[in-house]
Nanobody, 124 residues
Framework: QVQLVESGGGLVQAGGSLRLSCAAS????????MGWYRQGPGSSRDLVAS???????TYADSVKGRFTISIDYAKNTVYLQMNSLKVEDTAVYLC??????????????????WGQGTLVTVSS
C-alpha cells in the first residue's frame, strides 16, 4: 500500500554534509509523522529526528544543531540535512512513515512503514 524510496547516503569526510530524502507513495490520506532512525554496527535502532504532520520536530541530543529535518507535505517526502558530520554518525539510516491510508473501505489511521535504509559513512 505504501512504499518508501530513500536516497542521499554515501561516503563523506568528517565535517562534511549530506542530505537524505525519503519519498512515500501510495494511497496516503495524510501524514501523522515521518522520521529518521539509525543503526550503527552492532547497535540498536535509535531515533535521529522526526517531524509530525503539524510540523513539530524532535531531535536526538547528539545531532541537535547539526541536523535539520523537514517535510514537503505535497510530495509526502521527508528530508534530513546533515551538517558537520562526525565519524560516530556512521550508520544505516532508516526512514519511518506513520500515515493514514484506506485499505478497501477501511480507514487505517496509523499505517506504519519502514524503509530499507541508506548507508552513511563518515571518514576521519
Amino acid at each position: 500500500q505504501v512504499q518508501l524510496v530513500e536516497s542521499g547516503g554515501g561516503l563523506v569526510q568528517a565535517g562534511g554534509s549530506l542530505r537524505l530524502s525519503c519519498a512515500a507513495s501510495g494511497k496516503i490520506l495524510g501524514i501523522n509523522a515521518m522520521g529518521w532512525y539509525r543503526q550503527g554496527p552492532g547497535s540498536s535502532r535509535d531515533l535521529v529526528a522526526s517531524i509530525t504532520g503539524g510540523g513539530s520536530t524532535t531531535y536526538a541530543d547528539s545531532v541537535k544543531g547539526r541536523f535539520t529535518i523537514s517535510i514537503d507535505y505535497a510530495k509526502n517526502t521527508v528530508y534530513l540535512q546533515m551538517n558537520s558530520l562526525k565519524v560516530e554518525d556512521t550508520a544505516v539510516y532508516l526512514c519511518n512513515v506513520d500515515s493514514s491510508v484506506v485499505d478497501g473501505e477501511v480507514l487505517d489511521r496509523h499505517h506504519e512503514v519502514w524503509g530499507q535504509g541508506t548507508l552513511v559513512t563518515v571518514s576521519s
